[in-house]
């Protein structure tokens, strides 16, 4: 263990104790804990305790068990709920607060980190200590999503790849292979594939377990869920680089990674076998998934056939599903709305075999994408209705997979579907809440809303050129941190309505904007 974590975790618990000995409540302990070492709510409360990760999820079956068939809480779900809001998180809802609360004896608002602008009551005696604070997520309005996403990226530079740190990796590995002469760890590592896929891994490791896991990638055989989970957590930080930076920011580590999980397969042992193969249909998938968002549509398809295929040979049920849901947006953003419903029909139906109400959201909502495209307009609102139900269903844990899926995103698809349909008034409002929900990591899907929400705007009865044209601009704004090459395509699409419009004042801003991200 690395000894600045084991010397860190002696100094918590010997605060705890001294906090503890001096009668001094649970909430105070948390509060000095998250001051001084510069913590989270939710992980200052589970140290001022003293549990573990999984502990707490222990506590949490105990109070609330799964369903048959359902995934027990694992530590994985707490470090996600206390990663968030950064940029390898997942947001806790509001019954996920209040159990945590339960576990940890406290409120709800004390495990959210917001701040506190609450003015003193004059009223009140002054008592030395801070005053409780209700902390809040406050709602943000449409026109607050140029501000939330820049201040996202400014805090967020963990969301850029080091690549000067991954390249010192490999070079001290390759050091201390030569100092214990392994011969084995020497000529994996000369392969400049191995090393591109086993830096991003090894990051972040104490040494001991960075031997461990070289030593596995070189000799698969001793590839272990440990070992996976590393891998795993790299594709879930590449997955939350592209959907703030683009696709550029990820492919080429993907990439990588994929080529190595590839090879370490044939070898793998039986225990760990079937769990391997999924994470190379995931890596493939994901390959699938920026391949498009470049507009490489023959990669794309090639590598969602070879993520279907794994995921089906590893009997993934849940990842089949996502795999199709991809393929039918594919097939749909392409203009082949039918074969896209073909796809979306076979989501649908994996999708309803699991537990993940979640992902049969989802898989209604591309459902009702291929159907509006395809002018079937009852079974376009109809499979819009079912997404809404589903995600009143959903339940709070975060999902492998549609983590991005909620409620925002749905309202941005119900807009795509009311602009096929023709009902801009609807799309207006859709996307006005789809622009307030949005969590501001997702830079994309931000920039696509804004997108829709002028060209409502713009094809409206009395086409209402100004606000029509502010939204494209802010969807142009977005493009400049998120790099895809579909939304500049939709750019171009946008600049091309508002030609009607060139000598309006509120286009003629937006030309030179619009020439710097190759979209005028």
């Keep these: 263990m690395d000894q600045r974590y084991r010397s860190r975790r002696a100094e918590l618990d010997s605060l705890r104790a001294e906090l503890h000995a001096k ?42 068990p799964s369903a048959d068939g359902e995934t027990p809480m694992t530590h994985k779900h707490i470090s996600y709920w206390e990663a968030w809001p950064g940029p390898t998180g997942r947001p806790p809802s509001a019954q996920t607060l209040n159990r945590l609360a339960r576990i940890y004896h406290t409120s709800a608002a004390e495990l959210l980190d917001g701040e506190d602008h609450t003015a003193p009551d004059p009223a009140l005696p002054a008592t030395g200590r801070e005053p409780v604070s209700a902390r809040a997520i406050v709602t943000a309005e449409p026109s607050d999503v140029l501000t939330r996403v820049d201040r996202f990226i400014a805090a967020s530079d963990t969301l850029v790849t080091r690549e000067s740190d991954y390249h010192q990796l490999v070079k001290d590995l390759i050091e201390w292979a030569c100092r214990m002469k392994r011969r084995d760890i020497l000529q994996w590592l000369s392969s400049a594939a191995a090393a591109a896929a086993a830096a991003p891994v090894l990051d972040g490791l104490d040494d001991q377990e960075r031997e461990r896991v070289t030593l596995a990638f070189a000799a698969p055989a001793r590839v272990d869920d ?28 993907v990439i990588a990674q994929r080529g190595l999980v590839r090879r370490l397969l044939p070898e793998a042992s039986s225990q760990v076998k079937d769990r391997l193969l999924s994470l190379y249909a995931n890596l493939s998938r994901f390959a699938g998934w920026l391949s498009f ?19 089906h040979e590893a009997h993934n049920t849940e990842l089949g599903a996502f795999v199709l849901c991809n393929m039918s947006h594919l097939a ?25 109400t979640r992902l049969q959201a989802y898989a209604h909502d591309v459902a009702a994408r291929a159907f509006a495209m395809d002018r079937q307009d009852r079974a376009a609102l109809g499979a819009l209705q079912q997404a809404r139900e589903a995600l009143v269903r959903a339940d709070d844990r975060p ?122």
Aim: hydrophobic content about 40%.
């Design 399 to 520: 999902t492998t997979h549609v983590y991005f899926y909620g409620s925002g995103q749905l309202a941005s698809t119900e807009t795509s579907c009311y602009l096929v349909l023709g009902q801009t008034t609807r799309g207006v409002g859709s996307a006005e809440r789809a622009l307030a929900t949005i969590d501001g990591s997702f830079v994309r899907n931000l920039a696509m809303a804004s997108l829709r929400l002028g060209l409502c705007h713009l094809r409206g009865d009395k086409p209402d050129v100004a606000s029509g044209a502010a939204a494209v601009a802010a969807a142009a704004r977005l493009a400049g941190h998120n790099h895809s090459a579909r939304l500049v395509g939709e750019l171009q699409r946008g600049w091309r309505e508002l030609a009607p419009w060139q000598d309006a004042p509120e286009v003629k801003d937006l030309r030179d904007q619009f020439a710097a991200y190759g979209a005028a």
């Design 23 to 64: 009668g001094a409540p649970i909430r105070q302990i948390a509060h000095l804990i998250r001051i001084r070492y510069n913590l989270g709510s939710r992980t200052a409360y589970r140290y001022a305790l003293g549990l573990t990760q999984q502990q707490v999820a222990n506590r949490w079956n105990e109070l609330w």
């Design 332 to 356: 749909t953003w392409r203009g082949h709305p039918r074969i896209g419903i073909d796809h979306a029909v076979a989501a649908q139906g994996w999708a309803a075999q699991t537990d993940d």
């Design 293 to 311: 968002d470049l507009s490489n549509y023959a990669a794309a398809t090639d590598y969602y056939e070879t993520a279907r295929a794994a995921a």
């Design 226 to 253: 440990a070992i996976i989970d590393h891998v795993e957590a790299v594709l879930w930080r590449c997955m939350r680089q592209d959907d703030t930076l683009g696709p550029q920011a990820a492919l080429d580590t």
